[in-house]
């Protein structure tokens, strides 16, 4: 089995990381780069800073988008920004198969969209795709720094990954373990025999690496990744759409940390507006596409309806709000990505936070003035480098 990193900024080297030592040597780990020039400046060893400890791992394997002999993938961890996968996929997909497994660890939504629009439309030609939010916090050491260049990640915030399985287009069902009756409820988990028995499985060839990436997630203790519904990672991804929707935007555009942002009343209001036109946003998607399940359903459902289709709490405004102010609060010494991206000139993730929310109000036509406007002031700040002329 070999596990691939495409992705090697801070929290792609975590991830590299812990999977290597995780996982025996004779699986490999390789990195994976997009430049010829990148192989002779490319790590042997990763190093992580927790807590004061520092970690290390070497015996990665190194290989650029199109090897020779031009190798299949079995396993992929994508951890590049939101806006470089699709071109970063369009090049790997030649070595990519419905047999192979991809883990997208990246904040934003509606890359998978793209992903399966452009590259893979066909349902039964389509990698395993899992999808994973994380809360970990990573960077690298700041360039005038002892360990600056030697491949070192720091990690002051120690988080999690909770992860999901997109359903299979063959029916078979990988979260059978959370829903069994046979089993008390509080004993009921996710099973790695629910993706493949093991040899004995007719069809363990095509769950093989699916079966593998996810053991190897749950191996990689430190990563603290957790297994769980689609139906619970699909809820904190929307959530966290919403709270970086609110907190990047504002401090890239107000050039302060993210326990400043709430330091006056403005930015709350601000945050009000987006939340609200958010939670609507939310409100009219799952309404429609619980219709779409009881029309495809074909049966009378009489009261099993009922909550269906009803907007999570945690998706309410107020409950958003709050999950913005807590956001920024325990992040306060943070910088936001897109703070970063603004000050090196790097493409941001708006179009896959704030962007996100509008292409689905205008897909369930709900009004979106307030996010409309932060999107713009937030372009519009990307492409005047004020600093610079003043
Ligand atoms: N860092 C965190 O603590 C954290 C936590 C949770 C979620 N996230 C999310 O996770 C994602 C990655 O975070 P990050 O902080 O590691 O981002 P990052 O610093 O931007 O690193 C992304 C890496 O991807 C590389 N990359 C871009 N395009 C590529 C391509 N075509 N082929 C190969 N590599 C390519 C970049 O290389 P170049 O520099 O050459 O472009 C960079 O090394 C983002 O969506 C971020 O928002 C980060």
């Not at 004779?26 to 520092?54: C, E, F, I, W, Y």
Request: net charge positive.
């Amino acid at each position: 089995m070999r596990y691939h990193v495409l992705g090697l900024g801070p929290l792609g080297s975590l991830v590299a990381h812990h999977i290597r030592r995780a996982v025996p040597p004779v699986h490999a780990v390789t990195l994976l780069h997009s430049k010829d020039a990148r192989l002779r400046h490319a790590p042997t060893s990763l190093h992580v800073q927790t807590n004061g400890v520092v970690t290390t791992s070497d015996g990665f394997t190194q290989e650029t988008f199109h090897p020779v002999p031009n190798t299949k993938i079995d396993s992929l961890f994508v951890t590049t920004r939101a806006p470089s996968t699709l071109p970063a996929l369009r090049q790997l997909a030649p070595r990519l198969s419905p047999q192979s497994t991809i883990v997208l660890v990246q904040n934003g939504l509606g890359v998978y969209d793209k992903l399966i629009e452009h590259i893979f439309p066909d349902p039964q030609q389509r990698p395993h795709f899992i999808f994973a939010a994380a809360t970990h916090t990573t960077l690298f050491p700041p360039s005038n720094s002892s360990n600056s260049g030697t491949h070192t990640v720091l990690q002051p915030t120690v988080g999690s990954i909770e992860f999901a399985i997109v359903p299979d287009p063959f029916g078979r069902n990988f979260e059978a373990g959370f829903l069994d009756e046979a089993v008390h409820a509080s004993e009921r988990r996710p099973r790695l025999s629910d993706l493949a028995t093991g040899e004995s499985d007719p069809l363990f060839q095509h769950y093989r690496s699916l079966r593998n990436t996810v053991a190897a997630l749950l191996l990689a203790e430190p990563l603290n990744a957790r297994w769980k519904s689609m139906a619970h990672v699909q809820l904190t991804l929307r959530r966290k759409v919403v709270v970086q929707s609110v907190i990047h935007p504002l401090t890239a555009i107000m050039g302060c940390r993210n326990g400043d942002v709430f330091s006056s009343p403005n930015a709350l209001r601000i945050a009000a507006r987006i939340c609200e036109e958010a939670s609507a946003i939310y409100a009219a998607q799952i309404g429609e596409e619980t219709k779409a399940w009881i029309d495809a359903s074909d049966t009378d459902m009489g009261d099993s309806v009922l909550g269906l289709g009803r907007l999570p709490r945690v998706l309410e405004p107020p409950n958003l709000v709050r999950e913005c102010v807590k956001a920024s609060e325990t992040t306060k010494g943070a910088i936001s990505p897109m703070l970063s991206a603004l000050r090196y000139g790097r493409r941001t993730e708006i179009d896959y936070l704030n962007g996100y929310l509008l292409r689905l109000g205008k897909l369930y036509g709900v009004q979106t003035t307030a996010n409309a406007l932060l999107y713009n002031l937030l372009r519009m700040r990307a492409s005047l480098p004020i600093d610079l002329i003043l």
